[in-house]
């Protein structure tokens, strides 16, 4: 069975960090594009960040750029994101998906068949 556990939410000061983990069992997740999505509160589902099943290549939203990074640990079968500089506005639960190697549109979160259950993140004082 597929399936995928995300860990590593909480509570966090602006300004502080905090690294998301997403553990795959039943398949190999680094033949999967990997994406990270997040949803606040009165929200629509956004697109944080992803990471290519073919050739690793990475996105990011405009929103995260500069802050967050992305990467997987093939031997632990897990992608991981780290998330430096929070913002109030990272506040959201965060959920990881898996797809089939697709060449584009990595922020469709429709083209994406697996998900995590979310981990919550709070960014506050």
């Known amino acids: 069975q597929l399936r995928l556990v995300e860990s590593g939410g909480g509570l966090v000061q602006p300004g502080g960090s905090l690294r998301l983990s997403c553990a795959a069992s039943g398949f190999t997740l680094n033949y999967y594009d990997i994406g990270w999505f997040r949803q606040a509160p009165g929200k629509e589902l956004e697109g944080v960040s992803c990471i290519s099943g073919s050739g690793g290549g990475t996105n990011y939203a405009d929103s995260v750029k500069g802050r967050f990074t992305i990467s997987r640990d093939n031997a632990k079968n897990t992608v991981y994101l780290q998330m430096n500089s929070l913002k109030p506005e990272d506040t959201a639960v965060y959920y990881c998906?898996?797809?089939?190697?697709?060449?584009?549109?990595?922020?469709?979160?429709?083209?994406?068949?697996?998900w995590g259950q979310g981990t919550q993140v709070t960014v506050s004082s």
């Open positions: 998906a898996a797809r089939a190697p697709v060449s584009r549109l990595c922020f469709l979160y429709s083209s994406y068949g697996y």
